[in-house]
């Protein structure tokens, strides 16, 4: 236990008679791991953040950190510190009173105050620019201002909402890898909070998907990509291609009115399911080649591939990711590899997807391609 620095224990949170924001959530995190919270506006995401960092009470349930009850402390008791979407910097101080105004509240003396101050500019590269006033900082120093300010306080775990958001698409890259390089040599604990795909699958050791107050799934980035447990999630993490199925048998799935080799299990005979193959998985090849057979309906070139958008005879649209180019109207075939299906359970939650994997396993199965003794 000593690894958990933050605990929910059956956490709802509910305004007034409002539907509830979050619903009967538990979940752990371990210390020194960057944990992002993923999902649309209004799942939930912000709130978990703003539970932890104290700035509201939980409805029902418990909330630890470092294994106290903390869900009545307030804020200013917890060790946690938070950057927020717009920053909060001060904008009549300059780098350096900024990053020490928390220390200055505390009245810490001027030597600690300028050594932890200096320490915590030089862990985000702003030494230098100690007497800059803020407005005149890019939108990157600014952030990193607001990130050193939080971490002049030591936080046992640094909450950051949003904060990349307001930064243009060169720059908002160049802070991910800031981010995470500074994680790593801080070696605390960050939950990240955001709605992109691809910025929470760069940045994390875990993800957590939210939808409607509930956590969906939660694993690492390869995990949550590769084997998404139901439809929501799938579709919400990066670009999917979706059809409805029958799975026949372990290892066997029928879709589109032809049965296809998997490597998925622990299904119903004959159960309804869902089929996910992602687009870069698909190989465009001749007619007679493909497993499926598509007419091209549009063609965009995206820099390192070609996006393809297809329709097969039954409708269902297909999105391909190739570097080969072809032509609107062209008619062509799709490959794909036994390994490259992922069956889906319809509507099935995260532990119900983990029982049926864990019951498979038990019969010697194989799930994702790999054989489970």
């Known amino acids: 236990m000593d690894d958990i620095i933050v605990r929910f224990e059956n956490v709802t949170k509910q305004y007034d008679n409002d539907p509830p924001v979050l619903t009967d959530i538990s979940f ?7 944990y992002t919270l993923l999902g649309p506006s209004g799942c939930g995401k912000t709130t978990i953040l703003r539970l932890i960092a104290g700035f509201t009470e939980p409805t029902m349930g418990k909330i630890y950190l470092s ?13 946690v510190n938070t950057v927020f979407q ?20 505390k009245r810490m003396d001027r030597p600690t105050i300028d050594a932890k101050v200096r320490e915590a500019l030089r862990f985000v590269n702003l030494i230098g620019l100690e007497n800059r006033g803020v407005a005149g900082l890019s939108g990157g120093q600014q952030q990193r201002v607001a990130i050193a300010r939080a971490l002049v ?29 500074l994680q790593q040599r ?5 939950v990240f909070v955001t709605h992109d795909q691809e910025e929470a699958l760069a940045l ?29 999630v799938a579709d919400f993490i990066g670009e999917s291609n979706i059809v409805p199925a029958v799975m026949v048998a372990d290892g066997l799935v029928e879709f589109l009115g032809r049965r ?18 992602r687009p870069e998985d698909l190989e465009v090849t001749t007619v007679e080649q493909g497993k499926v057979q598509v007419r091209v309906d549009s063609l965009l070139f995206r820099g390192v591939h070609y996006e393809i958008c297809c ?28 390994d490259d299906i992922h069956v889906m359970r319809i509507g099935e939650t995260e532990a119900e997807f983990d029982r049926r994997l864990e019951s498979y396993a038990t019969q010697g199965g194989v799930a994702d391609g790999v054989q489970i003794a």
């Open 204 to 232: 994390s050791d875990e993800v957590f998907v939210l939808n409607n107050g509930v956590i969906q799934q939660r694993g690492t980035p390869i995990d949550i990509y590769d084997e998404p447990v139901n439809r929501f």
């Open 28 to 34: 752990e995190l371990e210390r020194g791991k960057f």
């Open 186 to 190: 801080l070696g605390i604990t960050f």
């Open 153 to 181: 306080n030591e936080p046992q775990v640094l909450l950051l909402d949003e904060p990349l958001s307001a930064l243009d698409l060169k720059l908002r890259a160049e802070m991910q890898y800031e981010l995470r390089e």
């Open 260 to 277: 296809f080799e998997c490597v998925d299990g622990g299904f119903r005979p004959d159960e309804p399911a869902e089929v996910v193959i």
């Open 86 to 105: 717009d920053y909060a910097l001060f904008p009549h101080l300059n780098v350096y009173e900024n990053v020490a105004f928390g220390l200055r509240v």
């Open 67 to 79: 294994g106290q009850d903390v869900s009545s402390v307030p804020a200013s008791k917890r060790q």
């Open 311 to 338: 329709y097969d005879d039954d409708g269902n649209e297909w999105l391909v990711h190739s570097t080969k180019r072809v032509k609107v109207g062209d008619r062509i075939g799709l490959y794909f590899d036994p």
